[in-house]
Every structure is written in structure tokens, then in C-alpha cells.
């Protein structure tokens, strides 16, 4: 039976304008960071993308490295696109990115125009399109001029290969020299994807007043710390969970997970018991609670997480006793 959207996907899912632009994204995002490798079952792959496009999560994060091997997500990505999405194209926004090791030698890693340029048509032939909605760099490159590559985003652009172009991982004074680069080749920045959770706050730092003040819209990554932010981890680290897998790709290390920090992630789950939601929910609405934050980045391994985190956007409000509270637990 071939698939169709949820005629209501629209009712349930809030969408959020990004930054200054005529964009809007929704609240929640869908990663492919992990789980749409070679590795991972397809048909498991096509009920994630199958759920969360039926919730109204309209919005599906890649990167050119993201498998294993690289490249897999996005090849998984492809076939459900084509089998499947091909019809609701003009619903979608698409996005990927470059930055991080692909190919051997000088020219398959960081942020040359070479580079980027031969990264984003591969990415585009693995997932059988002609333009991404956002392509970002991925990490910022000392060794590259940051002019070639800012020059690199404006012509993809230009060429109709990507709608929009991001950065992701930059300081806030990179940022700042990025979008000053940008704005005067007449292709602004639309968006930043950083590392922010609960337990992770440096973006607070700086970057978010940077982003606000330009009008730069914010997707944030990790929101739920590889994991660690769920119920997952409340009594240890069990067999099955990624910190045992050594999957690597960014996967979360079992030594991370101290005593100390589970300590503190009980405590959390104690708060959000108390709220009505469980700890990924009340984590993935702590993120939100931020107007200035568009959307946020939600990985799954199954589609029941899917659904889950969506519930997340019944209550992302949160009393001055409760922000203090878990400012306390984690100070």
C-alpha cells in the first residue's frame, strides 16, 4: 500500500519562524544523526521519517557524514524520498551539511570551496534532489579563509543548489564575522545549529544574544545529551543503550556517565515527574521555553519516540521556582 500523509499533520505541530526570515520551522526537528545507517533496517528507518512527517514535523536534518558509513543517511533518506515523499516535496525542508571528514586526502574535509562544493552534489545525488532547502558548513575551519567559505554558501545558493544557508559549531565571534560576511554578498545568514541542553549551556554564554540581535534563527542538536536526558540512563547504563554500543559518530561514552551527572539527571527526572512529563519531554521544552530558539533537533531509534517528544510542546512554560530549581540541581 503506498503511504499518505496524515490529512491533519498540520493541527498538532507548532512552526516557528527563523529569525528574520519568511521561514518557518517546526518546534521539532527530525535528526538522522543515528539509526539511518547501512546498518540500521530500513523498514524501521521508513515508519521514523513515515511518523514524524504524519506529527508535522516537516523538517529533516542531514549531513553529509552521517551513516555509518558516511553517507548512509542520506542514501536511506533518498529511497524514502523517492518511494514515498516525492509528492509532498514542496512540503519539506531538507537540509545538510559539510564539513567533517568524507574522502581521503586534502579536499575531502573542513571548509574549502572545493570541498563544499563536491560535498553538496554528492549529498544531492545520494538523496535524488536538485536544490536542499538549508545547507550548512558544518564546524568552522581556522585554516580556511572564512571569506572562501562564506563565498562558497552564497554561491551554492546562487546556483540554486540550497534555498537558504547555516553554520553549526561556530563561536559567537565567528558567527558575528560570518554574518557581516554574508550580509554583504546579499545572502544572509539564516540559521545556527549549536549544542544546547540542560547539560550542556555554553550557547548562553553569547551566542544566543548574537543570533537575536541579527535576527538568525537557532536549531539546536543533542537537546537530550546522546540519551542521557531520557529515562534511558536513571539506574545506569544498560546493555543496549548507544553509550555500550561504541557505535561512535558522535555517539555518547559509557565513562562520561558519572555518578555525579546521573546524580543530577534523577533529580531532573524528579522535576518533570512533578510537571506531568517525562525528563525528555521536560528537557526537549526547557530548550524551547527560549523564544529565540526555532526549533529542536530530535533523534529516534524507534517511532514511539517520535511521538513522544511531540508531547513535549504541551507545556514548555516554566514557573521562576522551577527555573531555579534546576539551576540548583545543576550547579
Not at 190 to 197: D, F, G, R, T
Amino acid at each position: 500500500m503506498s503511504y499518505q500523509a496524515n490529512s491533519s499533520r498540520y493541527d498538532q505541530m507548532e512552526y516557528r519562524r527563523c529569525g528574520h526570515s519568511g521561514l518557518k520551522l517546526p518546534a521539532l526537528s527530525l535528526g538522522l544523526w543515528h539509526n539511518f545507517g547501512a546498518i540500521d533496517d530500513l523498514a524501521n528507518c521508513t515508519d521514523i521519517i513515515h511518523t514524524a512527517f504524519d506529527a508535522g514535523i516537516t523538517h529533516f536534518d542531514l549531513a553529509n557524514n552521517y551513516g555509518p558509513p558516511p553517507g548512509a543517511a542520506e542514501s536511506t533518506f533518498g529511497k524514502v524520498l523517492a518511494q514515498d515523499l516525492k509528492s509532498y516535496r514542496d512540503e519539506l525542508i531538507i537540509s545538510s551539511k559539510a564539513g567533517w571528514g568524507m574522502w581521503p586526502g586534502p579536499y575531502g574535509d573542513h571548509g574549502s570551496k572545493k570541498y563544499l562544493v563536491a560535498s553538496l552534489d554528492q549529498s544531492l545525488r545520494r538523496m535524488g534532489l536538485e536544490y536542499v532547502d538549508i545547507f550548512y558548513h558544518h564546524r568552522p575551519d581556522p585554516e580556511t579563509p572564512l571569506e572562501e567559505t562564506m563565498r562558497a554558501l552564497d554561491g551554492m545558493v546562487r546556483q540554486g543548489k540550497a534555498l537558504y544557508v547555516g553554520i553549526s559549531s561556530y563561536s559567537a565571534e565567528e558567527t558575528e564575522k560570518a554574518i557581516e560576511m554574508l550580509n554583504s554578498l546579499g545572502t544572509p545568514l539564516l540559521i545556527h545549529q549549536p549544542k544546547y541542553s540542560l547539560l550542556e549551556r555554553s550557547v548562553e554564554g553569547g551566542l544566543l544574544d548574537v543570533l537575536g540581535r541579527n535576527g538568525v534563527g537557532c536549531i539546536t542538536f543533542s537537546s537530550l545529551a546522546q540519551g542521557l536526558l531520557t529515562n534511558k540512563y536513571l539506574n545506569g547504563v544498560p546493555a543496549d543503550s548507544r553509550a555500550a554500543s561504541h557505535r561512535g559518530n558522535g555517539a555518547i561514552e559509557a565513562s562520561s556517565i558519572t555518578p555525579e551527572k546521573l546524580e543530577r539527571v534523577r533529580k531532573l527526572n524528579e522535576l518533570a515527574q512533578e510537571r506531568g512529563q517525562s525528563l525528555a519531554q521536560m528537557s526537549l521544552a526547557w530548550v524551547l521555553k527560549d523564544p529565540r530558539i526555532t526549533s529542536v533537533i530530535v533523534g529516534a531509534s524507534k517511532p514511539a519516540q517520535v511521538l513522544d517528544s511531540v508531547q513535549c510542546l504541551k507545556n514548555y512554560s516554566f514557573a521562576p521556582e522551577e527555573i531555579a530549581r534546576i539551576d540548583q540541581i545543576l550547579n
